[in-house]
């Protein structure tokens, strides 16, 4: 069986497929449009897989919460993020990313 899920975000994280309590992926669209609007990171208790799927997302990383690295995502590649993490699409841009975590996460916020 195949299964086709279009690509339509309506909301900023959308779960579009679950397995068996123990992964889902999602289509995520950052509310964010500057850094200056992020006002936390979250980091989760295991890896999230992130791939752009079209338009520009820069993700905020930091392993300690404080010191902030900005990675604009590139198309074709994919981002294993275990640190303390956020996003914003610069200007407003589009900017739409698949993303795929376990489903049992536990989520830990700092604010910045």
Same mark, same amino acid.
């Given at each position: 069986m195949v299964r086709e899920i279009p690509i339509k975000p309506r909301q900023r994280w959308e779960v579009i497929f679950e397995e068996n309590a123990r992964w889902r992926c999602g289509v995520y669209v950052p509310e964010h449009s500057a850094r200056s609007e992020v006002k936390y990171l979250e980091r989760h208790d295991a890896p999230e897989?992130?791939?752009?799927?079209?338009?520009?997302?820069?993700?905020?990383?930091? @392993? #300690? /919460? @404080?010191?902030?690295?900005? %990675?604009?995502?590139?198309? /074709? %590649?994919? !981002?294993? +993020?275990?640190?303390?993490?956020?996003? !914003?699409?610069? /200007?407003?841009?589009?900017? +739409?990313?698949? +993303?795929?975590? @376990?489903? #049992?996460? %536990?989520?830990? !916020? +700092? %604010?910045?």
């Amino acid at each position: 069986m195949v299964r086709e899920i279009p690509i339509k975000p309506r909301q900023r994280w959308e779960v579009i497929f679950e397995e068996n309590a123990r992964w889902r992926c999602g289509v995520y669209v950052p509310e964010h449009s500057a850094r200056s609007e992020v006002k936390y990171l979250e980091r989760h208790d295991a890896p999230e897989l992130f791939l752009l799927i079209r338009g520009r997302i820069v993700l905020l990383l930091s @392993r #300690d /919460g @404080r010191s902030i690295v900005e %990675k604009s995502m590139e198309e /074709g %590649k994919i !981002y294993i +993020v275990e640190e303390w993490h956020n996003a !914003y699409r610069p /200007g407003g841009c589009d900017g +739409v990313a698949l +993303v795929i975590e @376990r489903m #049992d996460i %536990k989520t830990e !916020y +700092v %604010k910045i």
